[in-house]
């Protein structure tokens, strides 16, 4: 996403089949074309609610000769941001990845995945996992940028992997964290993302949000930085079991899932980044979007959908 961009950005054409069983195709791999709606851009992302794209013409990227994964440790989520617009103003278009991670999270990986551990010998609040791709020699210009960091102490600590298996141990790091989250049990997982610039805020804000709740409880903050999509996964406090906390807090799990839509509405984000809306968020689509762009969803889905039989419980709860 950081470098190509999303879904949108990289499909050049689609085949779809429609509720009425017409299966509108334009699969030419066309740079310009500007003949009417673009159904392209509508389907993608529609959750099937529209139609079932059954075939699409992808946008592809030469690979680059070099790929390098760097793994660096800061103190809070405002100096990811400007970790970020220091790699990208010193390497540009080449960051392909930048990821943040914070202690917590680090912590419950340790405690199910003991082999993936951070690299550092001691512990940090917040890490950030980079990694750019380019021409030969890529490498020194990356090392270069981040012992500038360590000269302002932007970034604490660092390591940057020198071999293809070391770089597979730093990104597990992160594709772990879902697995981990999963097995230590959230009382509520987010998929929120705000301008860039208010990460901090949004991180901050949602940790007191959450916390007013109920104290004690924790929250494994974690994302893609490059377009603002940070993750909250919310656990109960430490010593009680997700099973036990609901049972004896019922209302908890709805409580935290709004306070974070809520300052996420504040931050002036949305409520859903990648994953979509799908069935569990249909009163939350309500409740955040613009009643014009609300109404008009409404009015597609009627359009070419009139039976309600494509993804019915996607998107409307009616």
């Not at 990811?80 to 617009?85: A, D, E, F, G, P």
């Amino acid at each position: 996403m950081l470098r190509y961009g999303n879904a949108r950005d990289l499909c050049i054409g689609i085949e779809a089949v429609m509720a009425d069983g017409s299966v509108p195709q334009e699969l030419n791999p066309l740079r310009k074309n500007n003949t009417g709606y673009d159904l392209r851009y509508l389907l993608i992302g529609s959750e099937g609610a529209l139609g079932i794209i059954t075939a699409a013409s992808l946008k592809l990227m030469p690979k680059n000769p070099e790929t390098i994964t760097a793994f660096c440790a800061v103190s809070h989520p405002a100096a990811t941001v400007t970790l970020l617009h220091t790699v990208k103003g010193a390497l540009g278009d080449t960051v392909s990845g930048f990821e943040l991670l914070c202690d917590f999270g680090m912590n419950l990986l340790a405690e199910h995945f003991p082999d993936d551990v951070v690299p550092f010998e001691q512990s940090y609040g917040w890490y950030v996992l980079i990694e750019i791709s380019g021409h030969a020699g890529i490498k020194d210009e990356l090392e270069e940028t981040l012992a500038a960091g360590f000269e302002s102490e932007l970034v604490l600590d660092a390591v940057v992997a020198q071999s293809d298996a070391q770089r597979e141990d730093l990104w597990r790091l992160r594709e772990q964290t879902p697995e981990a989250n999963r097995l230590t049990g959230a009382i509520c997982n987010s998929d929120t993302s705000v301008p860039i610039s208010q990460i901090n805020a949004f991180v901050a804000k949602s940790d007191a949000a959450i916390l007013a709740i109920h104290d004690g409880l924790r929250v494994n903050s974690y994302g893609h930085i490059g377009d603002g999509n940070i993750h909250l996964n919310v656990f109960s406090p430490a010593g009680t079991t997700k099973k036990d906390f609901l049972a004896s807090h019922p209302e908890s799990r709805k409580a935290v899932c709004m306070a974070i839509n809520e300052v996420t509405h504040d931050c002036g984000g949305t409520i859903s980044a990648e994953h979509g809306i799908g069935s569990l968020k249909t009163s939350d689509l309500e409740m955040y979007c613009l009643p014009g762009k609300f109404n008009a969803l409404k009015s597609i889905k009627a359009a070419l959908d009139p039976n309600g039989i494509m993804n019915p419980d996607a998107l409307f709860s009616d």
